[in-house]
């Protein structure tokens, strides 16, 4: 499974867009990108997830740069409620096991 | 929400004890996952099923047992359970979507074990 770096740590303002960065520079072709989050510990939630076209949905958008080697995780105007821990996850769209490998991810702090 | 439960939330036991934790789900999903997660790390993969003939080892399987009962019914065990399996628990399930490539992991919210 490819590998992702993410920073440990990042905060913004209430109201903002939080911009969540994600490293994989060993993603193979047929590997997708997944973002979760886990708020205090309660269980993880799916996020989004895209190949390489930049996707959105009413939570997020991704976006991933040509080269597919990084991504963006966008919360386009973050709350309060959106404080978490965020996962970028990196594992083939076809594979049978279908497992996802958690990193440490990103702790995100909303400021009010 | 409660397409995916777990029981119990929180179980406090003694070392050599054996231990079951269940995972039951109404989302109709073939495949159901067992995490654990340590204190500021992420989750890890304790075994994994694709239906219900079907059992995988994950990342750290020694110390714990499955069983899937039904197609809802995963439950993960501690035959002797020891102090440093104390960790938050997560049952997980998804759908196959090839098309879409989609795993879409649906999560209970975890059970909490204490192992003194």
New interface residues.
């Given amino acids: 499974d490819a590998k992702t770096t993410q920073p440990p740590s990042m905060d913004c303002a209430e109201g903002r867009a939080a911009n969540l960065p994600c490293n994989h520079s060993t993603i193979s072709g047929n590997e ?1 990108v ?1 973002w ?1 989050r886990q708020i205090h ?6 996020i989004i ?1 895209g ?1 390489k076209n930049n996707e959105t949905n009413e939570m997020a958008s991704l976006i991933i740069t040509e080269d597919r080697k990084s991504s963006t995780l966008i919360l386009p105007h973050a709350t309060l409620r959106d404080t978490a821990v965020y ?1 970028c996850i990196v ?1 083939p ?2 594979d ?10 990103t702790r995100l702090l909303v400021r009010p | 929400d409660a397409d ?1 439960t777990q029981t119990p939330r929180n179980r406090i036991t003694k070392t050599g004890k054996r231990i079951m934790l269940e995972c039951s789900q109404t989302k109709g999903h073939d ?1 159901m ?1 067992w ?1 654990r997660q340590d204190p ?6 304790i075994y ?1 099923s ?1 239906d219900v003939k079907d059992i ?1 080892k ?1 990342e750290i399987s020694d110390g714990y047992s499955v069983s899937r009962q039904a197609q809802a019914k995963f439950s993960l065990s501690l035959e002797s359970a020891i102090p440093n399996q104390t960790a ?1 628990y ?1 049952c ?1 399930t ?1 759908d ?1 979507r ?1 098309t ?11 059970t ?1 074990l204490t192992v003194l």
Avoid at chain 1, 96 to 105: P, R
């Fill in positions: 997708y997944y979760y510990s309660q269980g993880p939630q799916y997830h190949l996962y594992r769209g076809m049978s096991s279908y497992k996802l490998i958690f990193g440490s991810g | 995916v495949r996952y995490y500021g790390l992420g989750l890890r993969l994994y694709f995988n994950g938050l997560f997980a998804s196959l090839l879409s490539g989609s795993n879409e992991q649906f999560f209970g919210p975890g909490r």
